[in-house]
């Protein structure tokens, strides 16, 4: 009798390629290829992240008013017009202004008799991550080959430091199931450092790491030990720029609950979950013959309740 892990392996595989041409990227999607030039300055990428966490208020703002909010000087806002291909800041607000129209549109307007309270706010605010990341997932071909390349990788390291360790232990204890070497890293310091480095030595390719606000500096020091390894890291995050998203070779940046005193993960827990179908979709014979190996194994040491 098949595992309910069996079952869904075998009848959830992600099938490449692109939805019906109504499928549109979510807004802060279009923002980070918009902006994805690899020589802004600190303070340009400081302008790009306001404006992809706050589109539908700041496309309208003029010049003088999103310098203030974003505490950079005019000229750096024309500057940063320039540097994402713009021949000045009307023309970028233009540019906003249509994704923002687009935004609206496309979502229903929350009043406050509708939304609730602070709890449902909570729910909606979760809701609305998930539907920008089901926009996101059109195409779902980057999952699919990160997929791939991280079931390739033996050993794989998945990485999670402070409030992202939750996270990663989630993704290492599914990843075991199918992968025959998944080292999980939750420490951070010299314990991360040595695990990176045995990881390569041992002739691990990629890193997955996740890193949830608040961003600790301990992984951003990680990720620059792993990069110097020699290892390719793959990132989930909520962060479209930043010195952390600057470290991967793949990004995967979505957005986090924040209405309530600690944060919620609802996307960054889907792109998990995510990655682990791509992942057996990626060897599907590996699959099927580690789950049912571990099937055993749990019936013979009654590892589970009998539902």
């Keep these: ?24 990227a979510a807004p802060a999607s279009q923002l980070r290829t918009l902006f994805d030039r690899p020589r802004l300055s ?5 302008i790009a992240q306001y404006l992809i966490e706050h589109i539908t208020e700041a496309a309208f703002l003029s010049i003088t008013d999103l310098a203030d909010r974003v505490g950079v000087s005019q000229p750096s806002v024309t500057r940063f017009a320039a540097a994402v291909g713009f021949s000045g800041y009307p023309a970028l607000r233009e540019k906003l202004q249509a994704i923002a129209l687009g935004t609206l549109a496309g979502g229903p307007v929350a009043d406050d008799e509708s939304r609730g309270n602070e709890l449902q706010a ?32 033996t050993p794989l390291t998945v990485l999670g430091l402070r409030i992202s360790a939750s996270l990663a232990e989630y993704f290492a204890y599914a990843a075991r199931r199918i992968h025959p070497d ?20 041992a ?8 890193s949830m606000p608040r961003h600790a500096q301990e992984t951003l020091t990680a990720l620059r030990v792993a990069r110097s390894a020699g290892l390719k890291i793959a990132l989930v995050t909520d962060l479209a720029l930043g010195d952390v998203a600057d470290e991967a070779d793949v990004l995967f940046s979505t957005g986090t609950g924040s209405r309530l005193v ?3 993960y609802a996307a960054p ?15 599907p014979e590996r699959t099927q013959a580690r789950l049912e190996e571990y099937e055993q194994i749990s019936d013979q040491h009654q590892f589970f309740l009998r539902d």
């Design 182 to 201: 998944v080292r999980l890293v939750t420490r951070g310091g010299s314990v991360a450092y040595d695990a990176l480095l045995q990881s390569r030595e």
């Design 122 to 153: 909570a729910v909606d605010a979760e809701i609305e991550n998930l539907e920008n990341l089901r926009r996101d997932f059109a195409d779902p071909d980057r999952v699919i080959e990160l997929g791939r390349k991280l079931s390739e990788s």
């Design 203 to 210: 002739g691990g390719i990629w890193v997955l790491a996740f």
């Design 262 to 264: 600690f944060d919620s």
């Design 42 to 46: 600190p303070g340009q990428r400081r």
């Design 269 to 283: 827990g889907v792109i998990a979950a995510a990655l682990l179908q791509a992942m057996t979709d990626a060897d």
């Design 1 to 24: 009798m098949s595992s309910p892990q069996q079952a869904r392996a075998q009848a959830s595989a992600i099938t490449s390629g692109r939805t019906a041409p109504e499928a549109e």
